[in-house]
């Protein structure tokens, strides 16, 4: 009985502090979220970039950490979806979407076709493509504000 209305008054608690702070945590929920999805693109890119330079015997990992990149290039295309300039977003991202929204996609194109290279013949095959991951800084240049 007692435990009753305990968990009656926790719920109604936990029930008011989401009401409440739903609508003020949006925001910042969304802008960590997707830097949240860009923080792991730069720990995937940088693994890989250790793996090629043969700074790590991590070979077998390649494929892995490529796909992680098509994974988080996908998922952040939606985190930014949401109009919402904030942390180092800049403003033209949502008035030139189309030209933002490809380099996602090419990111995310050419990720997987790392990942399939690597699966088929390793470094020697996967290697010559990934140029095309790099795209990262052309990207901030246009639309970061730092
Ligand atoms: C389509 C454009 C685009 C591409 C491609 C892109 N980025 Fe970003 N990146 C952004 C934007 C926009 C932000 C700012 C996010 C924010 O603060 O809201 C960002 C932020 C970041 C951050 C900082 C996150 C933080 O904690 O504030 C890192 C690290 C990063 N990107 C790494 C990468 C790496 C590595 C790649 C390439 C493998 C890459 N990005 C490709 C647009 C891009």
């Known amino acids: 009985m007692k435990f009753g209305i305990i968990s009656v008054a926790i719920a109604a608690i936990l029930l008011s502090l989401g009401f409440s702070s739903v609508q003020a945590a949006e925001d910042k929920d969304v ?25 790590v015997p991590f ?9 992680a990149i ?16 904030g942390g180092t977003s ?4 949502w008035t030139d979407w189309d030209d933002f929204e490809g380099r996602f996609m090419a990111l995310s194109a050419a990720a997987k076709d790392v990942a399939a290279a690597a699966r088929s013949g390793g470094m020697a095959e996967a290697g010559p493509k ?17």
């Open 59 to 67: 070979g077998a990992n390649l494929a892995l950490h490529a796909d």
């Open 31 to 55: 802008i960590n979220y997707r830097q949240n999805l860009m923080k792991s693109l730069g720990a995937h890119a940088g693994a890989l970039g250790a793996i090629a330079q043969n700074k």
């Open 90 to 93: 800049a403003a033209n991202i």
């Open 70 to 85: 098509g994974a988080a290039a996908d998922a952040a295309l939606l985190a930014f979806k949401q109009d919402l300039p």
């Open 130 to 146: 990934m140029g095309g991951l790099f795209i990262c800084k052309a990207c901030h240049d246009k639309f970061r504000t730092e």
